[in-house]
Structure formats: C-alpha cells, structure tokens
C-alpha cells in the first residue's frame, strides 16, 4: 500500500516517527496520499481527470503545467518555480511526473535544500502537533491555516503513528527486550505438559511454549519441539512483539526456514549485509562453538556499555561463559573482545512492513483502548497467556466486562488487560470502544460524527491498494 510504503520512506530519512507523522498527516491533508491528485476545483476547471491531467504532463500535449496554479501531487505543489522544479526533476529521471518515489525523493530533496527550518523540526520535533504545524505553516501553507484545522492536520498524523508505528519506527527495540526480560527464568520441560508455567515440569527433553507457539504457524521448516531452542525463543520474542512482521525484520523467509539453527539465522543477516562487529540493543548475537568450527548459540542483545555486551538467552544457564543446551532463560555478560562471538545480527527496525506478504495478516500494531467483551452464546471468555488456543488460561472474562487493549497482535490476538492480568484473547470477543483522540502535546477534541468521518475516510484509503 502507498500508505506503509511512505512511511518507511520517510523514517529511513527523518528518523524521528513524530516528523514522520506530522508530515504524512499534511500529505494526507492535501492529496490523499495520492502523487497523481489534480486539485479539485482545477479537474472541473480544466475539465481533466487525474489521469488525463497526469497523462497529458507526461506526453507533452498539457503544456501549462507550470504556470496553470493547479496543486499537484503528494504535496500539492503549486507555485510555478516548485512545479517546474518537480518537472524538470521527473525529467531528469525519466519517470511520470505522478510516479511516487519521484515525488518522495523530490520532497525530502526540497525540503532539505529549501526549508531548512522545517525540515530540522521534522528531524527533532519531540510531538506530533510540532511536526505538523512546522509543515503546514511554513512548507504547505494552505489558505486555511486556523487552529481548527491545524488541529485537523495533527489528528490525521496522530493515526498515521497509531497505523504505523509498531510496523516502522515502532518497532522498537526495547519492546523485544521487555518481552524476552519477562521470560527469564523459564525452564525447558521434560514434555508438553504445564508449558507455561516457568518452572513446573521442568526437564532435558527440550519441550518449550517457544517451539509450540511457533510451530503452530509453520514459521519453520519443520516442527521444533524437543529440539535445541536458542534461536526458536529469539524468533518467540520479535514473534511476540511484532507478529508475522517479524520474519522480514529477521530475514526470514516464508518458505524453507531454516532460522532454527543458529548457523542458519545468522547466514540470513550476512546475505543481507546485516551482521555487524559491533553491538546495538535489540541485535542478535551469535557464538561460536567452543572449537570456532560453527555456530552453536545466540540470543538477544540488551545493553552494551564500554567494554561489556548484556544479553537474554534462552536454552543457557547462569554463569559467565557461553552455555549452549542449557534449558533455561538467563540474563548473561560477556567482554566485547570474547573471541566466541561471531557478530551481531541486526534487525531491519524500520522495513519490516514493506514485506507485505505476510501469513495470517497484518503485523502487530500497539493501542489503547477499552473493548468490551461479548460472546454469542453469552459464555465466559478466555484469556490467555500467549496467542495461542493452546495456550495456558489466566482468567476467564465475563460476557460484557471491559478490558484494557494493550496491543493488536494480529489479525486474530489482542494482547489485553484485565483485573492484574495480562494476556491475550481473540479479537472476535471484543467490541471496541471509540479510542481518545490525544496529540502528542495536547488533546484533540472531535464529536463523534467527525470522528467517525476521519477513520472512514483513512480506512477508504489504506483499503484502495
């Protein structure tokens, strides 16, 4: 879709998802997200489409391009020396003058060369309404600058974040590492009973939630079960935090994978230039075997300081040196100069959406909101400690209690809230309550009717590719 392809765009090049937001809220404002958009009131002036306007630019037989004050294109570019800019730019590169990467590096190109100032708010703005005002004030400068619609502009940003942000920026780092702190301590099980509980059943026998929630995706080439599992809980982890998003931030691919050894998950980062020598939180380390014939461990980094690497690993035990097969979850420390470490696989925080092919949906998307629980034959719903049917039950929630979403796993999970409980239930049982519209630095104020208008109208066009 335009949508999550221009998001990523814009983060490898602003880097700061409130910039990132801000700006797509104002391009959203003025064409829809659409490079070929002809300003309204010239269609029926002109007495052209889109396409025919879009058309005639690029064969030649419209000639008043420039000079015919018409908005155009993702920004609505409009005075006659920024329209002749982007022609003769899309001359240049021999492409339409709709076609969108044109336009994107044609915008990030202006604004850096051209409005400075906005382009360093974008880059460091610390909320939403900052970016978003810096870019319809001084970059966009519509007739209609009150502070209705600066507001207006700032709302549509401020969803574009809750759309994207668990799929560019989003995903963050810190969110993996929260989730796999969480799991330490856990003990491998001697078989496929109590594999939720961290300690019960304990065993050699390899038996984790890891493989079992995994392998009821098909996400490896083979059940995992009762295998070595370092590399299946890193997987679990990224899995957890960011659903079927996940195999394209770890390189994954969807058929014949092979990420369940170690050797093999760090060549999927190597073929993409992605496994570095020195460490950032939130990689994936490798080692050594004791021999440095082959890989024979991994985990996730935490923390790097000076002269030391924090990691969580699973299938170790405590201690200082380098434990494979250990049936536990365990915070670790190693020196950075440890020749057993064989590098550091990196994530691609920022592209995983652009995957698009992704088994069972979208990936996961953080949130907030009550929704209230409901079930047709008025039965007590389940929620669970992971995504999973098979999963262990924490607490069954009455037919029309509230619980708090937290996170939409995917298609299928919500990660939610109830009574000091934090687990997961089918989306199917919740019906979601209208969410608080809040910029960053302030709140939004919407009637209802409105705001139903802005998701109706965002969902037409996240729904047109």
């Given amino acids: 879709m335009n949508e999550k392809y221009i998001w990523n765009y814009l983060f490898r090049k602003i880097k700061n998802p409130y910039g990132v937001a801000g700006l797509m809220g104002n391009l959203y404002a003025e064409s829809g997200l659409r490079p070929t958009d002809l300003e309204g009131k010239y269609e029926k002036r002109l007495g052209l489409t889109d396409t025919e306007y879009t058309s005639g630019v690029d064969n030649g037989t419209y000639t008043a391009f420039v000079h015919d004050s018409a908005g155009y294109g993702l920004a609505q570019w409009t005075y006659w020396s920024r329209k002749a800019a982007l022609l003769n730019f899309a001359v240049e590169k021999g492409v339409s003058i709709g076609d969108l990467d044109m336009q994107l590096e044609f915008l990030a190109m202006e604004l850096q060369k051209d409005f400075k100032t906005v382009w360093n708010t974008l880059l460091f703005a610390s909320s939403i309404r900052e970016a978003s005002d810096a870019v319809m004030l001084k970059y966009e400068k519509p007739a209609n600058q009150s502070e209705e619609n600066q507001e207006r502009r700032a709302f549509f940003g401020q969803k574009y974040l809750r759309f994207f942000v668990e799929e560019g920026y989003g995903m963050d780092p810190q969110k993996v590492i929260g989730i796999a702190s969480g799991e330490v301590g856990y003990l491998e099980k001697n078989n496929n009973s109590q594999l939720d509980d961290k300690t019960a059943n304990a065993g050699i026998n390899n038996y984790t939630k890891y493989a079992r929630d995994l392998d009821a995706l098909s996400w490896f080439n083979g059940k995992k079960q009762g295998f070595a599992w370092c590399a299946v809980f890193v997987t679990w982890c990224f899995y957890q935090a960011y659903g079927n998003a996940a195999r394209a931030m770890l390189f994954q691919p969807e058929k014949d994978n092979c990420a369940a050894g170690c050797g093999s998950a760090r060549g999927y ?10 460490p950032e939180p939130g990689d994936q380390i490798f080692f050594w075997s004791s021999d440095m014939s082959k890989i024979s461990h991994t985990g996730l980094v935490i923390d790097v300081d000076n002269s030391c690497v924090n990691t969580i690993e699973g299938n170790t035990s405590d201690g200082t040196s380098i434990i494979a097969n250990g049936g536990a979850v365990c915070q670790k420390r190693y020196d950075l100069s ?65 619980v708090n979403v937290v996170e939409e796993t995917n298609d299928t999970w919500a990660r939610c809230a109830y009574e000091g409980y934090t687990g997961y239930m089918m989306r199917q049982y919740l019906l979601e309550e209208e969410p608080a519209a809040n910029a960053s630095s302030g709140t939004v104020t919407v009637s209802r009717a409105e705001l139903q208008e802005i998701y109706d109208r965002i969902g037409r066009i996240l729904g047109k590719e």
């Fill in 269 to 278: 980062f190597n073929k993409q230039g992605r496994l570095f020598n020195t």
């Fill in 338 to 402: 440890n020749k057993r470490i064989a590098g550091y696989g990196r994530p691609d925080w920022a592209t995983a959406s652009d995957s698009g092919d992704q088994k069972g949906g979208e990936s996961s998307m953080s949130a907030d909101y009550s929704a209230k629980v409901y079930a047709a034959n008025e039965k007590p719903v389940n929620l669970r400690a992971s995504a999973s049917t098979n999963s262990k039950v924490l607490c069954k929630v009455p037919v029309g209690e509230y």
